[in-house]
Nanobody, 124 residues
Framework: VQLQAFGGGLVQPGESLRLSCTAS????????VAWFRQVPGKEREFVAV???????LYADSVKGRFTISRNSAKDAVNLQMNSLKPEDTAVYYC???????????????????WGQGTLVTVSS
């Protein structure tokens, strides 16, 4: 499967954005799909995951503000980001794998396929 992430942009603090990760070459059926983010000079950070079982997990820093969901009709995994803060500024990547175990879903090393990233900037 190949991944494409899009939906980033420039917003003000408190506003919302929705990122989408779409699949080509295959479908997301049976895949665990996650969002990570990275700022220059820092390691890639886990944001949220939609496991193939349908369960979700969020980083503490985004819990209650971000929602990850799967749109089966469009074969996409979306990340709805509300109440954005300047510290949410980063390049956001989606990643997918069929072989992620539950205890590793927040580790970037668990994912074999990555999208190209989309930049989210939160600034007044």
């Amino acid at each position: 499967v190949q991944l494409q992430a899009f939906g980033g942009g420039l917003v003000q603090p408190g506003e919302s954005l929705r990122l989408s990760c779409t699949a080509s070459g295959s479908t997301f059926h049976g895949y665990t799909v996650a969002w990570f983010r990275q700022v220059p000079g820092k390691e890639r950070e886990f944001v949220a995951v939609f496991r193939w079982t349908g369960t979700t997990l969020y980083a503490d820093s985004v819990k209650g503000r971000f929602t990850i969901s799967r749109n089966s009709a469009k074969d996409a995994v979306n990340l709805q980001m509300n109440s954005l803060k300047p510290e949410d500024t980063a390049v956001y990547y989606c990643a997918a794998s069929r072989t992620v175990i539950a205890s590793s879903t927040s580790s970037p090393n668990a994912y074999s396929t990555w999208g190209q990233g989309t930049l989210v900037t939160v600034s007044s």
